[in-house]
């Protein structure tokens, strides 16, 4: 289709979905009664906030609470189709950073639906940030300062029992098994940020992102404990990490020192994001730290 006929070929369809384009400010005077909510901690938000009856659809990363998955699904967050999205009459798009694909979050700004993007934030101010961010979206900022505010006196909470610790564990966060390799976590992930949050020291903090570690790697790292998820879907499953040799040899494969956590639970990095730090760290230094409530 030549660039010059897209505007057109999108306000069509925006109208066709019974969609009409109206100015951003002029669709936010009213307060949004038709959410469409993309990405799992946006969901579990909005549910936290008590308007769960305005969501009419999610994406295949709500997974909590488990009523969310009822809902109506517009597909992959980094898959979107602008067609599925539209075709629930939304009043409001709250969808968080890095949702796509491009030409599908275009179409969906050319059809004139009021649309937040929230920022994809790991850091303990970035939670509380966001959290807020989706309280004002919704017409509940005070709801979503006092959330944010507890969020944030919980964690502070925590790293204040962390500083007790005489030894922090080395850990290792394994994502995957790539050909009985361990694909592991390095600084500036998901993470990475959970493990500083819960006290862990990440033993490959010399490297950026993530990183398939082959096996004189993976036992030189010598990690005192192995972190892994679970529920990430099938591209995650793995056996247990600490039967490859290279990991049997580490002080957390001598030990059987593996920890496994939901996935959603553990960087969802919604409002749950505390306790799950709380119960990785319980888990990190038991009868130290206690888990979460």
Do not use: W
Request: one cysteine or more.
């Amino acid at each position: 289709m030549p660039a010059s006929f897209r505007p057109l070929a999108a306000l069509c369809l925006a109208i066709s979905f019974g969609v009409f384009a109206v100015p951003l400010a002029k669709a936010q005077e009213k307060e949004a009664s038709r959410i469409v909510a993309i990405g799992g901690a946006i969901t579990e938000t909005l549910y936290a906030l008590g308007v769960q009856d305005r969501i009419v659809a999610v994406d295949t990363t709500a997974v909590y609470p488990p009523e969310a998955k009822r809902k109506p699904n517009v597909g992959y967050m980094r898959a979107l189709s602008a067609e599925g999205v539209l075709a629930q009459s939304p009043d409001l798009v709250l969808m968080e950073e890095g949702a796509g694909p491009p030409p599908a979050i275009a179409l969906l700004k050319a059809s004139g639906i009021a649309i937040t993007t929230i920022p994809d934030g790991h850091g303990q101010k970035a939670i509380g940030d966001k959290i807020e961010k989706i309280g004002g979206a919704v017409g509940k900022a005070e709801e979503g300062r006092a959330l944010a505010g507890a969020l944030e006196r919980d964690l502070a909470g925590l790293q204040k029992e962390l500083v007790a610790i005489d030894r922090h564990k080395r850990v290792l966060f394994i994502l995957s098994l790539v050909d009985g390799r361990p694909m592991a976590a390095g600084t500036q992930t998901a993470a990475d940020t959970m493990m500083r949050l819960a006290g862990g020291v990440n033993v490959l903090s010399a490297v950026q992102g993530y990183k398939t570690l082959n096996a004189e790697a993976a036992t030189a790292l010598a990690p005192d404990v192995v972190v892994m998820i679970t529920g990430a879907g099938p591209n995650h499953a793995m056996s247990d990490p600490l039967a490859i040799p290279a990991l049997k040899a580490t002080p957390a494969g001598r030990n059987g020192a593996l920890i496994t956590m939901d996935a959603a639970y553990l960087l969802g990095f919604g409002p749950r994001t505390a306790d799950a730090a709380r119960d990785l760290a319980a888990k990190l230094y038991p009868g130290e730290i206690a888990p979460s409530r």
